[in-house]
């Protein structure tokens, strides 16, 4: 069974849907590990919940981000961990893991990239007037929301009649594909590990 960590900074809508996934057996994987950069953060309330292991740092008691993520190494060699999944995590992979996890990390981003990188994807897009809005799921390289996709779907806005339904069925899309998409990656890390 491989072994995931995932890393949030936030609400953790999409980390309880792992969760919730690997409970209802649809993703054949462990959820061993959340680490998160907001102490605070709603996701480790769920991570309590489940009994799921919690690395939380304060990114400002470091003085760069090799040193915090030497930390967070260690924490996930602890855990042999497989694959990093990041679920709102609002910070840029530094080379420490990026060397370490070569093709294994992941993030979800709601838009159709490569357009609208960054924050609030969403609406930079509605700002641009689009019609199609979407989620792509990648791999992380060490620039913004640039890796090779793995998945994406698009959404037709043009029914829709505030930022919040959009907003909703974004997230819905989400919560279906990101566990979808965790799955095919580590079927391939499977296939892989067999050649
Ligand atoms: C999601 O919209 C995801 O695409 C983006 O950050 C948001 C995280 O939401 N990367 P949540 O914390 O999983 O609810």
């Given at each position: 069974m491989k072994r995931i960590a995932v890393f949030a900074s936030g609400f953790g809508s999409n980390f309880q849907s792992i969760i919730d996934n690997v409970k209802q057996n649809k993703?054949?994987?462990?959820?061993e590990l959340l680490v998160t950069?907001?102490?605070?953060?709603?996701a480790i309330a769920r991570a309590k919940q489940e009994k799921i292991e919690v690395y939380s740092f304060d990114?400002?008691?470091?003085?760069?981000?090799k040193d915090y993520e030497s930390i967070i190494l260690s924490h996930l060699k602890k855990k042999s961990i497989d694959l990093i999944v990041l679920a709102g995590y609002m910070r840029l992979i530094g080379d420490t893991l990026l060397k370490q996890y070569p093709g294994r990390i992941i993030n979800i981003h709601?838009?159709?990239?490569?357009?609208?990188?960054?924050?609030d994807a969403i609406g930079q897009a509605l700002c641009a007037n689009e019609t199609v809005l979407g989620v792509t799921v990648h791999y992380v390289n060490?620039?913004?929301?640039?890796?090779?996709?793995?998945m994406q779907e698009s959404l037709d806005?043009?029914?829709?009649?505030?930022r919040d339904e959009i907003e909703e069925k974004i997230h819905q899309i989400e919560h279906m594909m990101y566990p979808k998409a965790i799955q095919k990656v580590l079927e391939e890390l499977y296939i892989e590990s067999l050649d």
């Open positions: 993703l054949n994987a462990t959820v950069d907001r102490p605070n953060c709603m990114p400002k008691q470091y003085t760069n981000k709601p838009s159709m990239l490569p357009k609208y990188k960054g924050m060490k620039e913004v929301d640039s890796g090779r996709i793995i806005i043009t029914q829709m009649k505030s």
